[in-house]
């Protein structure tokens, strides 16, 4: 199926003496998906989204949409609307109304048509009893939906949203979440958003673009990102992990904390050196002669859903557990966790590295159980 919008090798300098600010980046955007552009603040994220509205131009490379190079073709061409995170850019001194009516009145288009169309995009984003609202009575919520009926009023293809939230208090900014995210379905336009809070990412988007310092590190839903994170940048900034040395033995057997344990990944060289994540919440506390591994419970914080504990084995490596269940200080208990909670990482591996080792595998383990299906038959 052919992509709506993409980027191809796209590197951008702003001046030719420093460094790039984004380093060849590709990426595919498919039709009628919610995209997340997650990464911390400086790492490429808004100049992604001005060199797709077409406020910026590449240095080198591609942008295409629908197949087709649109390099050239000035920002009011694109069928893309953008909105960004504080609502300075509406008239203070218009209605909500008028605010969101501007740029059909600009477009010249009829006016029977304006308010058709205005009042669809405020009931989208159920402000329709707000029609005549002046804009500086509006909550700071209410601005922000004001925003998005401007941008959605020119009927996009695309709606890219510059970290739209991130100046709201916390209640109402998952208020908006919950919105936002059913607006997209109602739309069923493509939005590409843009945040560098992690679990906002996690909980809206279909898809997830992994930026740190000019590039896209790793992709995917959020499930392939939380679980299977391609490095030890992907695994610390997506949610809480426990990430400790070890070796692959072999394929489905590795090392660490001076044991041995079975685990699901393969594809690696014998011996070799990696790196091993397991997830906090899936850590089991159990007794010594249980567990997998000793540890002794240092601190104990409970968080309202859970507790977080924070233990050390006997070689002072530290292990983050989220447990509903409670433990007490200075005890001593054994840790166990399945192989699927193991997941092993290579030093240096590139994300098209990992999606064909991935891949591979998955192969793999398909013709084994084929060959399984078949003795039994
Ligand atoms: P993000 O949105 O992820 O916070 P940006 O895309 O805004 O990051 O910026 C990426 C990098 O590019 C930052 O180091 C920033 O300082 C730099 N930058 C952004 N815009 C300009 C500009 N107009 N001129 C020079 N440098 C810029
Ligand atoms: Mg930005």
Redo the contacts with the bound molecule.
């Keep these: 199926m052919s992509n709506l919008i993409e980027l191809k090798d796209v590197v951008k300098y702003?001046?030719d003496s420093s460094s790039p600010?984004l380093k060849r980046v590709n990426l595919a955007i498919e039709s009628g998906k919610f995209y997340t552009l997650l990464?911390?603040?400086?790492?490429?994220?808004?100049?992604?989204l001005s060199l797709i509205s077409g406020l910026l131009a590449p240095s080198s490379g591609d942008i295409l949409l629908n197949g087709c190079r649109i390099n050239d073709i000035p920002a009011e061409k694109r069928p893309i609307n953008t909105v960004f995170q504080d609502s300075s850019a509406l008239f203070p001194h218009m209605n909500v109304f008028e605010n969101v009516a501007f740029g059909l009145k600009i477009k010249k288009i009829a006016k029977a048509e304006i308010t058709r169309r205005v009042r669809e995009a405020l009931a989208m984003v159920r402000l329709s009893e707000f029609e005549n609202r002046p804009i500086d009575r509006l909550s700071g919520g209410q601005k922000q939906r004001v925003g998005i009926a401007r941008a959605i009023v020119n009927e996009p293809e695309v709606l890219l949203l510059d970290e739209p939230l991130s100046a709201l208090d916390l209640r109402l900014r998952r208020e908006m979440q919950i919105e936002l995210r059913e607006l997209q379905k109602r739309l069923g336009i493509t939005f590409i958003f843009?945040t560098h809070d992690q679990e906002e990412a996690l909980t809206m988007s279909d898809e997830i673009f992994i930026?740190n310092e000019?590039e896209i590190v790793q992709s995917g839903t959020p499930s392939d990102i939380y679980d299977e994170p391609i490095n030890h940048f992907v695994a610390t900034f997506i949610g809480d992990s426990n990430i400790i040395d070890g070796v692959m033995l072999e394929d489905y057997l590795v090392e660490f904390v001076g044991k041995q344990f079975e685990s699901v990944d393969g594809g690696m060289r014998k011996m070799e050196p990696v790196e091993v994540v397991i997830r906090p919440e899936d850590l089991i506390i159990t007794t010594q002669n249980l567990g997998k591994i000793t540890v002794t419970v240092q601190t104990q914080l409970y968080r309202g859903s859970d507790y977080e504990i924070r233990t050390t084995d006997e070689l002072g490596n530290t292990w983050l557990i989220h447990s509903t269940r409670q433990a007490i200080v200075g005890e001593v208990v054994g840790l166990d966790f399945e192989p699927e909670a193991i997941h092993v990482m290579r030093f240096n591996e590139t994300e098209a590295d990992f999606d064909a080792r991935i891949e591979e595998y998955v192969e793999e383990v398909e013709t084994e159980i084929g060959l399984i299906s078949e003795d039994l038959s």
Excluded: E, L, P, R
Excluded at 39 to 48: F, L
């Design positions: 702003f001046d600010v990464g911390a603040s400086g790492s490429g994220k808004s100049t992604i843009v930026m000019g």
